[in-house]
């Protein structure tokens, strides 16, 4: 497989991903269970949605003590791609690959809705030229309000890591940010889902570029080595 | 009951010393008749853990004894042995029939009530109620691709109905959401006659090949008995004897009886069940511990295996100390299953269970003979025969007596309603429109992934849930509706459960979809009392006739008796459940236009008929009338014009008419696509000769298409060869206007923004900020 999908006890989106990726963008994928190791050869990894471990404690942060934690680590520390799609943002959140934290909708609710957002020039694979000014992709969670202090937030800003913005916002995220990558520009994570808008019966398909943006150097570069 | 046990010699199980009474019988539900029955089959005296069972096993929740009768009017299997949907596993075999849907592939559903729970703590009974559907489906084998939800309130004026209904959709979008399975919406009705006695209900549709179907039956003596899931504790202690009795004041004072739920313990149950049954020859039988847990799986396992079972209580993983026998027998404790492997191959499943991080306690094992066995700490504590409580509880056929307000409804005339000025046609309108029943129910929905397993065509709201079934890499679409307008139900039991089903099935219809067949759940009062028994007598001898009519099938469902609170008994509410499927993805048909351009044309003829409908209610606060006419056959000329024209791709959008009349129909379709308005032309009354009958009554069989102006005169003219009357109301356009023309007088000239905005903050004007 070139991308794994990891699946936690309570992932509920590894299929959807899966699909995606394998039989919708034609790309070998296979699910990768969490007491398991990172296979060789992955050449990206999506940690989706769901509700790893119920949630209980804070969103994320039981997963992140998970085995195959430590291989994505080192996976990202070497420049492997890695995304985070909704509770995959959150647990890489939690981790710490990615900065901030996700907290309760500021309407108290689960939402489930197309959501409206606009792109931001981050970088060369996520950028208006792109993706387009305006995208319309599914979110659907109860804790999706980003947080970060002031001098993070700033950081985000300044070296161009925000992805996404909501428009309107749904959940009190600060600056309206639905999605960030790292500074180094090889860790992406997003609440709304790409994943859910690829075919032809979804309701738009304004996922496809997303993915398609997320998967770019695949093609272009030779597998990561994973280091014992 | 401690004063009686503490003058008996000590025992290990305390429940051995329990002196059965005449008060402790009746407070187990059970009628002086029904204990002299149990003497009669135990030939002594039964236990309190064995008096335990028998008050569970034989309630209404799990004997169905005042409804079986009734049930066994329900057709259970098609009469067309080459149409598609053929029953695989009927009504009552199982935890939830199987129909065949093509290509080796099938779809277990069932709907399920959790109503009396859910009154007392809507939220854990919401979620719990949704835990125990998805738990039908998945011992089928089957993996769940689709919720929905009937639902059913007070008036949203009252603090304590809010409280209900907030409480209800969180705990069903808490538990649902976690477990990943798409909920595509369902109905939502607001009924003072609900006030107090919520209902919700929940369905679960699944998928599976022919041959991974399971059964829940333990065969082959020395096979294992193995409990799976969580730690068994005190709560929901007696839940299925809870819900068989009416509730009152003091049954707040029953949350115990209330079971909690764990939606991340159901999501590992259900991948670690799947992951077992995926193993060939593994697994013998499996059944859910729902409604009286361990008592009903054990039991019925063995009864529909033709066997005896035998289990040590000592061996149940427990999460409470001091349990005594009668306590791990009722407990309600969920996301449990009972599983009966090969013996020898234990460790297989044992393995997939410690991947889960799931307990896989063997407790027992399947025996010759037929009686059920319990041990605890080493004592025989219940020996029963299997089959006295599963197929040898009581059977009742209750008196009835027709209500005093039917007749009242027969004889009631049109004249006696004030006629309605052209003036008057948009507040009656926005009254409608801002009904909680009518209104949007997007505050509902948006609280629930729908869009979960990628599967989701058309999202709740629109006349049916449309998913496709992506995940067993076919390219066809399952489409679910539920309905059952209380009112008609009220007014006219025979009628207007005919009018639940039909307005169901049409709803399908106007999604492209063939119906397959029914779940149903039938909420009503106490069966003791002869009014209440003859509305469900009435109601469902209604709907099976419709079933039997339109060759579709009753697959399983639920009872839901003693729906009582204060004022009486709910209005009878037969909720059916109908799932379609639609083979191309081109046929699936919305009913919203997308448009301007678009031709609308009524089908079936202008409405007439004002009794019982929703005009009367926001206008003259009345719940009065004659129910309108059913006619089976127009409603079966309707339904296969609409799906006939929908394969030739004709219909761009259709709509049924049903709640709120043609205005309401009319307004609905056009608040999608921004800007949209119509311009329609009516050139006469028709047959009442009246405005407020024509734009608000709700006669059956009707539904409102949008064609192409091409197409327009080509289907009007295919409607003839259905013997179906059409009139062409007039065309879509770009002005955000609705504009209604009859006889010449202009009766409406509304901004149809105006009453989307109407007619989308109903709902969140009650919820947010309250």
Redesign the interface.
């Known amino acids: 497989m070139k991308v794994a999908i990891i699946q936690f006890p309570g992932s509920n989106c590894d299929w959807d991903a899966e699909h995606s990726v394998k039989d919708v963008m034609g790309i070998p994928a296979g699910r990768v269970w969490h007491k398991d190791k990172l296979p060789d050869g992955v050449e990206a990894v999506i940690v989706p949605g769901g509700f790893s471990f119920g949630d209980y404690l804070r969103c994320g942060a039981i997963a992140r003590f998970s085995p195959i934690m430590n291989d994505i680590q080192t996976f990202a520390d070497q420049g492997g791609q890695v995304l985070g799609i909704c509770n995959g943002f959150q647990i890489l959140c939690e981790s710490g690959l990615l900065p901030g934290a996700l907290v309760r909708n500021n309407c108290m609710e689960f939402r489930c809705i197309n959501q409206s957002l606009t792109v931001e020039n981050s970088n060369d694979r996520f950028n208006r030229e792109v993706l387009g000014d305006h995208l319309s992709l599914p979110i659907a969670h109860g804790e999706g309000n980003f947080r970060a202090d002031d001098s993070v937030l700033s950081d985000l800003e300044t070296n161009q890591q925000v992805l996404l913005r909501y428009q309107p916002n749904p959940n009190g995220s600060v600056n309206d940010i639905a999605g960030i990558r790292n500074q180094a520009g090889n860790v992406y994570g997003m609440m709304p889902h790409p994943e859910r808008a690829v075919e032809e019966h979804h309701p738009c398909m304004d996922g496809l570029p997303v993915m398609r943006a997320f998967l770019q150097p695949l093609l272009h570069s030779s597998p990561v080595e994973l280091s014992a | 009951m401690e004063t009686t046990a503490a003058s008996l010699p000590p025992n290990p199980d305390p429940c051995l010393n329990v002196e059965i009474t005449p008060e402790l019988v009746a407070q187990h539900g059970l009628l002086p008749e029904e204990y002299d029955q149990i003497l009669n089959i135990l030939g002594r005296t039964p236990n309190l853990t064995e008096l335990g069972i028998f008050s569970v096993m034989w309630s209404e929740h799990c004997a169905y004894k005042n409804t079986r009768k009734l049930l066994k009017l329900f057709p259970t299997e098609k009469q067309d042995k080459d149409a598609i949907g053929q029953v695989l596993v009927k009504a009552g075999e199982e935890n939830a029939g199987v129909i065949d849907v093509g290509e080796g592939w099938g779809v277990a559903f069932k709907i399920e009530s959790h109503n009396h729970p859910s009154a007392i703590e809507p939220f854990e009974g919401a979620a719990t109620g949704v835990g125990g559907i998805v738990r039908d489906i998945f011992t089928m084998g089957a993996r769940p691709v689709l919720l929905t939800n009937s639902l059913r309130f007070g008036s949203l004026e009252s603090s304590q109905v809010k409280r209900l209904f907030r409480g209800v959709v ?1 705990g069903i ?2 538990y649902g ?4 399975i798409p909920n595509m919406g369902g109905d939502v009705y607001f009924d003072d006659c609900y006030e107090g006695n919520p209902l919700v209900n929940a369905l679960c549709a699944g998928i599976l090949k022919h041959e991974e179907i399971q059964k829940g039956a333990a065969t082959g003596v020395g096979n294992p008995v193995y409990y799976v899931g969580p730690g068994t504790g005190r709560d929901g202690l007696g839940g299925a004897s809870f819900a068989s009795r009416e509730l009152t004041e003091e049954s707040a004072e029953d949350r115990p009886a209330v079971q909690k739920g ?4 159901e ?2 149950l259900l991948e670690a069940c799947l992951e077992m049954m995926s193993i060939p020859g593994l697994v013998v039988g499996i059944q859910d511990m729902g409604a009286a847990g361990l008592t009903c799986s054990t039991c019925e396992t063995a009864s529909r295996g033709e066997s005896g079972i035998e289990i040590d209580l000592d061996l149940v993983p427990q999460r409470e100390t001091g349990m005594n026998s009668y306590e791990i027998m009722l407990s309600e404790s969920q996301e449990r299953m009972l599983v009966i492997v090969t013996k020898g191959r234990e460790r297989e499943l044992e393995e997939v269970f410690e ?3 799931l307990h896989a306690a063997h407790i027992g094992e399947v025996k010759e003979g037929d009686r059920m066995v319990v041990r605890h700490k080493g004592v025989v504590v219940a020996d029963l025969p299997a089959k006295s409580l599963t197929d040898e509880a009581p059977v009742y056929d209750q008196p009835t007596s027709e209500p005093a307000h039917l007749a009242v409804a027969r004889e009631w005339n049109l004249s006696s309603v004030p006629e309605l000025a052209s003036g008057g046609v948009e507040s009656a309108l926005l009254g409608l429109l801002q009904h909680p029943t009518i209104a949007s129910k997007r505050w509902v ?13 058309v ?1 709740p709201g629109s006349d049916a849930g449309v998913v ?1 079934l ?2 067993a890499g076919i390219n066809k ?1 399952l489409a679910i509706a539920n309905d059952c307008n209380n009112r008609f139900c009220y007014l006219d039991p025979y009628a207007g459960a005919q009018i639940a089903f039909a307005e169901c099935m049409r709803n399908l219809a106007c999604s492209g979809a063939r119906a397959l067949a029914v779940t149903d759940n039938l909420n009503f009062g106490n069966p003791n009392k002869p009014e209440a028994y003859y509305m469900l007598k009435h109601c469902v001898t209604g709907l099976a006739d419709a079933c039997s009519y339109f060759d579709v099938p009753v697959v399983g469902g639920n009872v839901s008796l003693y729906n009582e609170h204060g004022d009486g008994a709910i209005d009878p509410t037969p909720v059916v459940s109908m799932v379609g499927l639609i083979d191309h ?1 081109d046929q ?1 048909t919305r009913s919203a236009v997308q448009k301007a351009g678009m031709e609308l044309l009524l089908l079936g003829g202008l409405p007439h008929e004002l009794g019982g409908s929703y005009y009367l209610q926001t206008q003259f606060g009345k719940k009065e009338g004659t129910c309108p006419t059913v006619h089976l056959a127009a409603e079966k000329s309707l339904q296969d014009f609409l799906i006939a024209q929908i394969e030739e791709g004709k219909v761009h959008a259709a709509h049924d008419i049903a709640e709120g009349g043609l205005l309401v129909c009319l307004s609905e379709m056009l608040f999608d696509a921004k800007g949209l308005g119509a311009s329609i032309l009516l050139n006469d009354l028709g047959e009442s000769g009246r405005l407020d009958a024509l734009l608000f009554g709700e006669s059956q069989a009707r539904a409102v298409i949008a064609v192409s102006s091409q197409d327009k005169d080509k289907v009007i003219e295919a409607a003839e060869g259905f013997n179906l009357p059409v009139h062409a109301l007039g065309q879509t356009n770009d002005s955000d206007q609705l504009e209604i023309e009859v006889s010449g007088n202009s009766v409406l000239r509304a901004k149809v923004s105006g009453l989307k905005d109407a007619w989308e903050s109903a709902i969140p004007k009650h919820m947010d900020h309250a």
């Open positions: 969180s979008s808490h959401n976690c477990l990943g764990d939606p991340f313990m999501k590992l991947k889960w991080d929905w948006k609280q629930y992934d729908h869009m979960v397993m990628s599967g989701c065509k999202e496709k992506s995940i679409f993805a699936v």
